[in-house]
């Protein structure tokens, strides 16, 4: 069974970076896609980036990240980081990580295409 651990976020101020964390559990020998995602009250998730397990270098992010967001694998560890640098409030949510089994999916990063798990969220919450 695929399990998602999340970790990290928090309140900071305007400029300021944060560190999520997701743990994984449950891929022994099989490759997958993390996406992350948030979702703000009263509005749609949205995707903000993505990570293919068996290449690094298959990542996107969202339109609204504009450089400020990596994501990353630690290394020998079952866990993707999402680096959240120069928030802006506008970027207070509850983040989410959710997997989809192999490769990652060209162009918009959707929530509905990740059908194998999600976190349980965690909150960041920038203020001015």
């Known amino acids: 069974q695929v399990r998602l651990t999340q970790s990290g976020g928090g309140s900071v101020q305007t400029g300021e970076s944060v560190r999520l964390s997701c743990e994984v559990s449950?891929?022994?020998?099989?490759?997958?896609?993390m996406g992350w995602f948030r979702q703000a009250p009263g509005k749609e998730r949205e995707g903000v980036a993505q990570?293919?397990?068996?290449?690094?270098?298959?990542?996107s992010y969202g339109h609204a990240v504009n450089g400020r967001f990596t994501v990353s694998q630690d290394n020998g560890k079952n866990t993707v980081t999402l680096q959240l640098n120069n928030l802006k409030p506008e970027d207070s949510a509850m983040y989410y990580c959710?997997?989809?089994?192999?490769?990652?999916?060209?162009?918009?990063?959707?929530?509905?295409?990740?059908?194998?798990?999600w976190g349980q969220g965690t909150p960041v919450t920038v203020s001015s």
């Open positions: 990570y293919y397990s068996a290449d690094a270098g298959g990542r």
């Open positions: 449950g891929y022994t020998g099989i490759s997958y896609c």
């Open positions: 959710a997997t989809r089994r192999r490769w990652c999916l060209p162009g918009d990063i959707e929530p509905g295409d990740y059908d194998d798990a």
